[in-house]
C-alpha cells in the first residue's frame, strides 16, 4: 500500500511539472493573440502604451500611447525600412494586412522623445 501511494503521488508530481510551462509569460509581452505577438524592448517602454489591444473585427493592430506620435517606422526582420508612416496623433490604428507572416520591429517616433520606442512583432 505504501508503494502504491508512492507511486501515484510521484505520477502526479511528474505529470503536474511536464504540463507547466517551462518559460513564463513574458512581462515584456504587450499583445499576444494566435494571429499577433507584440512586446517591448524593456519593461520601463510598457508605460508608453495606454492601450496596446488586436482587435479582431478589424483585423487590426489599435494602440493609444501616452506620447503623441509623429510617426511609425516599420523594419523587417533583416532591420530594413519597409515603411516610414506619418501618424500625428496618440491613437493608431495597424491593419495586420500590411504584413506578411514573419517577424518585424515598429519604431513610434514621438514628440516628446529624442528616442522612437521599438517593439517587436511576431506575425503569424
Not at 526582420?77 to 515598429?106: C, D, H, T, W
Amino acid at each position: 500500500m505504501k508503494s502504491i501511494i508512492l507511486i501515484l503521488t510521484a505520477s502526479v508530481l511528474f505529470s503536474t511539472a511536464s504540463l507547466a510551462s517551462t518559460s513564463p509569460e513574458s512581462e515584456l509581452a504587450i499583445i499576444s493573440t494566435a494571429k499577433v505577438e507584440m512586446s517591448v524592448v524593456n519593461v520601463a517602454q510598457k508605460d508608453f502604451f495606454q492601450v496596446a489591444k488586436y482587435n479582431s473585427t478589424m483585423d487590426a493592430l489599435d494602440f493609444v500611447t501616452k506620447d503623441y506620435i509623429n510617426y511609425i517606422q516599420i523594419f523587417n526582420n533583416k532591420g530594413e525600412l519597409q515603411y516610414q508612416l506619418p501618424v500625428m496623433s496618440n491613437k493608431l490604428k495597424i491593419s495586420r494586412k500590411m504584413f506578411k507572416n514573419g517577424a518585424y520591429k515598429i519604431g513610434f517616433i514621438t514628440n516628446n522623445n529624442k528616442t522612437i520606442q521599438f517593439t517587436n512583432l511576431q506575425v503569424n
